[in-house]
């Protein structure tokens, strides 16, 4: 079954959307200053080398085409969030969209990697950033997606102890992702069955 939202407006699911997010990047700047310092706060954004932005573009398209599989040879059901992802996407512009999905990947980056991870490891981190993603809790294929995405990011952290190669990959596997949304893919499959 389905699950719905619909007391809540297209309008104002993406206001709340943009909302959490600016929380989220808020209290990344804070935590990072409070626990690393200007200076070290400041060093987690150095550039890395071209070898690790290469990883983040090869963990962003191993996710990006894992979960363009999911959605076309699963069953749908198995995937349902209640089309929030279609609601919050289908709505914005390219320029909107890639707006959003700098923001949402800076701001959990820096939190979950530059912030909570230092303090609690690559899996704690991860079980903390899936029960963050609350709606998908009653989706065991979606938790354990997500679960997994969250430990590749990390494992790009920890590679270097830099926040660029976990923000790419996490950029662009929402940007991808959003443009797929946008491009009906999802919504074609799911009306087929």
Not at 13 to 21: E, G, K, N
Not at 42 to 66: D, E, I, K, M, Q
Not at 125 to 138: A, E, P
Request: hydrophobic share 50%; net charge positive.
């Amino acid at each position: 079954m389905k699950e719905q939202h619909p007391m809540i407006d297209d309008a104002t699911l993406r206001f709340h959307l943009w909302l959490t997010q600016l929380i989220v990047l808020g209290l990344a700047a804070a935590g990072s200053l409070i626990f690393h310092g200007w200076e070290k706060s400041l060093a987690l954004f150095h550039l890395p080398p071209a070898r690790a932005l290469l990883w983040s573009g090869g963990v962003a398209l191993l996710v990006v085409l894992t979960s363009i599989a999911m959605d076309r040879y699963l069953p749908p059901k198995w995937q349902d969030d209640g089309d929030i992802n279609e609601r919050i996407f289908s709505g914005l512009s390219p320029w909107q969209t890639a707006l959003l999905c700098i923001i949402i990947g800076l701001g959990e980056e820096w939190l979950f990697r530059g912030v909570i991870q230092p303090f609690a490891g690559n899996l704690w981190t991860s079980l903390l950033f899936t029960l963050v993603h609350v709606r998908y809790l009653r989706k065991p294929l979606l938790i354990g997606s997500v679960f997994l995405t969250s430990w590749l990011l990390g494992c790009l952290f920890e590679a270097n102890g830099l926040l660029l190669p976990p923000i790419l990959a996490h950029i662009l596997i929402d940007l991808l992702l959003a443009f797929y949304i946008q491009c009906g893919c999802t919504r074609e499959r799911r009306s087929r069955k």
